[in-house]
């Protein structure tokens, strides 16, 4: 099957990369009526066997059958929003939850009775000063997860009685549908509740054990399913072949992205990490117990942040933007808030600097996303151009840039370059005198030696942009 994109004032609108192969799950799955949770695998016919999938980086091959490494209850849910409006209405849909975060975080300020100058400012700075501001334009559970858990947050200080306790713990514990290492604030949790409650009541321990059920309601049917679907409590992100790190490796990966720009994630430098010194420099410890309980509770959900990120098995904490701790940006930003008082110069000027930086950072955030998203495009649109049957991905930044394109009915098989000429030799087996494109894009390092199939095949037609090479073969009549 073939996508058409919805066309929105003109412009056709895809999801790339990470979001591009989540839009296929989701694309794949309606397919199949929801009822089958495995990948197709274009290429199935010349790799029966899954040889050539293992590093794709968004695929994994577990108990003979095709995974994507995407979160199945994201396309799941995200599906709903595709009726009305196919990946234009997923764009809409999370602008929404977005509205909703805000919300909550305006009701959780005048709870801790910030003033309204600082609950706006706060606001500000959570939609345009983190990674929020251009999230809503990709598919990703990040905006998912900061819904869940700021909904939870604010009902639970609200009222926080036996009902909405168990509540707020529930939906938390539904963190663990979308990432397994939500895990490790999962843990920190039950402890925010008793500092929530140890002012209130006599036996704050009782809370404790409410918001613990609460987590294990959800948890453990999430654990239950995820076994039953694909064979590990911990769902598909347990089989991902980058998954698990050293220690070492996680502190030295660390340090590295911290002052060096990569190109799959933004520099912190430039992005959450000015939010985060300012909060260290701002947080007044030395007051924690005079503080409300309100305060003692989100204080010590902060804690969960360093935790996570030195704590959590997968290479994604390589980098300070925690990608999968979205939902406790809102959290710090209003702590920043309640700890910081404009009374002297200095904070101002700091607040001018934090003010003038979130700008910049968005609108370098919005640039480095849009020309992402051009190249990815300038490849989508070449790569539909191509009437050839039979494609080659070498690598996964090439494989990102196929988008809907993966499900177009094409042979497409992605391969590691020892068994390359074996697989070509086996295309000529089967379907003798077929045209093949191989892709590949520049982060790949040096090209395939075709010298191999140089006495089967000719090189058509090459064409190369700044990020992915497409070359075209057809076969040499002998």
């Known amino acids: 099957m073939e996508v058409n994109p919805q066309s929105f004032f003109g412009f056709d609108f895809h999801f790339y990369g990470d979001a591009g192969f989540k839009w296929i799950q989701i694309q794949d799955l309606k397919s199949k009526n929801f009822k089958d949770i495995t990948c197709s695998y274009p290429g199935k016919e010349f790799d029966p066997n899954f040889v050539q999938t293992k590093k794709t980086g968004v695929i994994t091959i577990q108990n003979e059958s095709c995974y994507y490494l995407f979160p199945y209850a994201?396309?799941?849910?995200?599906?709903?929003?595709?009726?009305?409006?196919?990946?234009?209405?997923?764009?809409?849909?999370?602008?929404?939850?977005?509205?909703?975060?805000?919300?909550?975080?305006?009701?959780?300020?005048?709870?801790?009775?910030?003033?309204?100058?600082?609950?706006?400012?706060?606001?500000?700075?959570?939609?345009?000063?983190?990674?929020?501001?251009?999230?809503?334009?990709?598919?990703?559970?990040?905006?998912?997860?900061?819904?869940?858990?700021?909904?939870?947050?604010?009902?639970?200080?609200?009222?926080?009685?036996?009902?909405?306790?168990?509540?707020?713990?529930?939906?938390?514990?539904?963190?663990?549908?979308?990432?397994?290492?939500?895990?490790?604030?999962?843990?920190?949790?039950?402890?925010?509740?008793?500092?929530?409650?140890?002012?209130?009541?006599?036996?704050?321990?009782?809370?404790?054990?409410?918001?613990?059920?609460?987590?294990?309601?959800?948890?453990?049917?999430?654990?239950?399913?995820?076994?039953?679907?694909?064979?590990?409590?911990?769902?598909?992100?347990?089989?991902?072949?980058?998954?698990?790190?050293?220690?070492?490796?996680?502190?030295?990966?660390?340090?590295?992205?911290?002052?060096?720009?990569?190109?799959?994630?933004?520099?912190?430098?430039?992005?959450?990490?000015?939010i985060l010194v300012l909060a260290l420099f701002q947080f007044r410890f030395h007051q924690y117990q005079k503080e409300s309980s309100e305060i003692k509770f989100l204080y010590t959900l902060l804690f969960s942040l360093p935790i996570l990120l030195f704590v959590s098995p997968t290479s994604a904490t390589y980098y300070l933007g925690l990608r999968f701790a979205y939902f406790l940006y809102p959290i710090l930003v209003i702590l920043i808030f309640h700890t910081v008082h404009l009374d002297t110069l200095n904070k101002k000027i700091g607040f001018g600097i934090l003010y003038g930086w979130s700008i910049v950072t968005f609108l370098m955030s919005f640039n480095f996303s849009f020309l992402i998203y051009k190249g990815y495009d300038l490849n989508y649109k070449l790569l539909k151009q191509n009437k050839t049957e039979l494609v080659f991905v070498r690598d996964m930044g090439a494989l990102m840039s196929l988008s809907d394109l993966y499900l177009s009915g094409k042979n497409i098989l992605a391969f590691e370059d020892k068994s390359f000429p074996e697989m070509i030799q086996e295309v000529g087996k089967r379907q003798p005198g077929s045209e093949t494109t191989i892709i590949q894009s520049k982060y790949s390092g040096e090209p395939i030696p075709f010298t191999q199939i140089a006495n089967d095949y000719i090189q058509k037609s090459k064409f190369e942009n700044p990020s992915i090479s497409i070359v075209q073969y057809a076969p040499i009549k002998h």
């Not at 305006?106 to 609950?119: A, E, Y």
């Not at 514990?173 to 990432?179: A, E, P, T, V």
């Open 74 to 274: 994201l396309s799941y849910i995200m599906y709903f929003p595709t009726i009305f409006g196919g990946q234009i209405g997923i764009m809409v849909f999370q602008h929404i939850l977005v509205g909703f975060i805000l919300y909550w975080m305006f009701q959780i300020g005048k709870i801790l009775k910030l003033d309204f100058w600082k609950i706006l400012l706060s606001l500000i700075l959570i939609r345009f000063g983190t990674s929020y501001g251009t999230a809503v334009f990709d598919l990703e559970e990040h905006i998912l997860t900061g819904f869940l858990f700021l909904f939870a947050i604010y009902r639970l200080l609200l009222k926080p009685n036996k009902h909405q306790i168990w509540m707020s713990g529930f939906f938390i514990g539904l963190l663990f549908l979308f990432r397994p290492e939500t895990c490790v604030n999962l843990l920190v949790y039950p402890l925010a509740i008793y500092n929530l409650s140890v002012d209130r009541i006599k036996k704050p321990m009782n809370q404790v054990m409410i918001a613990i059920f609460g987590i294990i309601s959800s948890i453990l049917p999430i654990l239950i399913l995820n076994q039953g679907l694909v064979h590990h409590p911990l769902g598909i992100k347990a089989f991902d072949p980058i998954h698990y790190v050293s220690f070492g490796e996680r502190i030295s990966g660390l340090i590295r992205n911290l002052f060096f720009y990569s190109p799959f994630y933004f520099n912190p430098l430039l992005f959450q990490m000015p």
